[in-house]
């Protein structure tokens, strides 16, 4: 009976690929074997990084940030749309808030702190 292996590649100390040899007939050059055990540790986990014995979760990068932070300003900016309709039921003092909450948001640069909401929102 074949035995399943299973492989990491490490580019640039990430993580780039997990590499199971019932899938793939042979992994990528420079892919370290690694257990089962080690396999199944780190399945659904946010491991990105692997040193030849140890498996880690290294910061991201700004690169990798940036998608991510793109994303929750795209979506903080879709929650308050409705606050900026002429009806929507918000004293003028809220809204002056949100617009200000608002233009944080669109002037974030996608790294550092991020805008914080009214207290209220």
Same mark, same amino acid.
């Given at each position: 009976?074949?035995?399943?292996?299973?492989?990491?590649?490490?580019?640039?100390?990430?993580?780039?690929?997990?590499?199971?040899?019932?899938?793939?007939?042979?992994?990528? /050059?420079?892919?370290?074997?690694?257990?089962?055990?080690?396999?199944?540790?780190?399945?659904?986990?946010?491991?990105?990084?692997? /040193?030849?014995?140890?498996?880690?979760?290294?910061?991201?990068?700004?690169?990798?940030?940036?998608?991510?932070?793109?994303?929750?300003?795209?979506?903080?900016?879709?929650?308050?749309?409705?606050?900026?309709?002429?009806?929507?039921?918000?004293?003028?003092?809220?809204?002056?808030?949100?617009?200000?909450?608002?233009?944080?948001?669109?002037?974030?640069?996608?790294?550092?702190?991020?805008?914080?909401?009214?207290?209220?929102?």
């Amino acid at each position: 009976m074949n035995k399943t292996k299973y492989f990491v590649l490490v580019e640039g100390g990430r993580i780039s690929g997990y590499y199971p040899s019932d899938i793939y007939d042979t992994p990528p /050059d420079g892919s370290f074997e690694i257990s089962e055990a080690q396999w199944l540790d780190n399945l659904g986990t946010s491991v990105n990084a692997y /040193d030849g014995e140890a498996f880690y979760v290294a910061p991201h990068t700004a690169s990798e940030m940036e998608p991510m932070n793109r994303a929750w300003r795209d979506s903080m900016l879709a929650s308050t749309d409705k606050y900026m309709m002429p009806d929507f039921p918000i004293s003028s003092e809220q809204q002056v808030e949100v617009r200000a909450y608002r233009q944080q948001l669109r002037d974030y640069d996608f790294g550092g702190i991020r805008p914080e909401p009214p207290l209220w929102l």
